[in-house]
């Protein structure tokens, strides 16, 4: 998600002429193969793939939330590793939405594209209504504040199934600030959170993308083998969970919703 009145564009990559780059003020915000869905450049991206791929047995069918929606990378994906998903994209400009939808290949079936802000539509949304919500929600480098509160961490729990996965990207420097505050805010709601990213990024090295994946379940994440998948990109990453994760908390506090004026 960009800024209000970007300007938008689609570059083809020149190092690869299936793959479309969608710019925002010539900042690359997405990026697909029109003639691969599986294939994904950027490294929280095939971290956030990794979890939808572990969330459940391989080629089942989920119910899926993408909140951000950009050139559709991950609906695309879903939808060619678990065919019969349903999915459901909320973007909020309007603009990236025509522009996927004029110059990119159709989205695949069973995916639909709500023009929308991502709390309002959470909200509205009914109880246990998916397997997995994956959120990357920006708005000019940063993650808007009314996504990244205790408040909209309830609301994601509440429309979860008991055994669903919450996924959300959040990019940040070092110190991670943001991100130690963002595990505080989504452990205050789920009973099982861990983080995954380049253990350089883990360790305060460099700016980048750090991976939460939390769910309502105790013990539910797939922690052993997302470790593994960590280990085998491109860019090797680590997993921070239990006890390494409250260390890398360090007395964080959750962030709460302001008051209502």
């Known amino acids: 998600m960009q800024a209000p009145g970007a300007r938008l564009d689609l570059a083809v990559d020149a190092a690869r002429s299936t793959g479309r780059m969608l710019l925002a003020d010539?900042?690359?915000?997405?990026?697909?193969?029109?003639?691969?869905?599986?294939?994904?450049?950027?490294?929280?991206?095939?971290?956030m793939a990794a979890g939808a791929d572990l969330a459940a047995p391989a080629g089942a069918p989920l119910?899926?939330?993408?909140?951000?929606?950009?050139?559709?990378?991950?609906?695309?994906?879903?939808?060619?590793?678990?065919?019969?998903?349903?999915?459901?994209?909320?973007?909020?400009?309007?603009?990236?939405?025509?522009?996927?939808?004029?110059?990119?290949?159709?989205?695949?079936?069973?995916?639909?594209?709500?023009v929308a802000d991502a709390r309002e539509a959470v909200t509205?949304?009914?109880?246990?209504?998916?397997d997995l919500v994956l959120a990357d929600i920006y708005q000019a480098a940063r993650m808007p504040p009314h996504v990244a509160t205790v408040g909209f961490a309830a609301e994601v729990a509440r429309v979860l199934r008991p055994?669903?996965?919450?996924?959300?990207?959040?990019?940040?420097?070092?110190?991670?600030?943001?991100?130690r505050m963002q595990v505080a805010t989504l452990r205050a709601v789920f009973a099982d959170v861990c983080a995954v990213a380049d253990r350089r990024m883990l360790r305060g090295r460099r700016y980048g993308n750090v991976v939460l994946a939390a769910a309502p379940a105790p013990d539910r994440l797939p922690v052993a083998r997302l470790v593994v998948r960590a280990l085998r990109d491109p860019v090797p990453g680590g997993v921070l969970h239990g006890p390494a994760l409250d260390r890398f908390v360090a007395g964080a506090r959750p962030r709460a919703d302001e008051p209502q004026r």
């Open 163 to 179: 055994d669903g996965i919450y996924l959300v990207n959040v990019t940040d420097l070092p110190p991670l600030a943001g991100t």
């Open 124 to 130: 509205a949304a009914p109880a246990d209504a998916y």
């Open 63 to 114: 119910d899926v939330l993408h909140l951000g929606g950009g050139a559709l990378t991950l609906p695309r994906y879903v939808a060619a590793t678990r065919p019969g998903s349903a999915q459901t994209v909320v973007e909020r400009d309007p603009e990236v939405v025509a522009l996927v939808a004029r110059e990119l290949p159709p989205r695949p079936a069973g995916v639909e594209v709500v």
């Open 26 to 47: 010539g900042v690359e915000q997405s990026y697909v193969d029109v003639a691969d869905p599986a294939y994904l450049r950027f490294e929280y991206v095939r971290r």
